[in-house]
């Protein structure tokens, strides 16, 4: 089947997961973060989104050349 849902999921992840972080980046010292145990979870999430996103279009790209391999 050429149906292959990790594209765009990884990109989806991914370019959602740079946008927090950037936002993560600009909000750095902002008083919101007192609530949060002065944890900037923006920054923190994107980062997590993005490592998955990309984790996703690797693993996409790994699975394309194992298979026009064989």
Known sequence: MGLDI???IGL??????AILGIYGLAT???SM???SLKININL???IVMF??????LLFSDL?????KRK
């Open 12 to 17: 989806m992840f991914a370019i959602f997961g």
């Open 51 to 56: 490592l998955f996103g990309a984790g996703m």
């Open 6 to 8: 990790k594209i765009p």
């Open 33 to 35: 973060y007192d609530i």
């Open 63 to 67: 699975m394309k050349k194992k298979v």
């Open 28 to 30: 750095v010292g902002n």
């Open 44 to 46: 923190w999430s994107g």
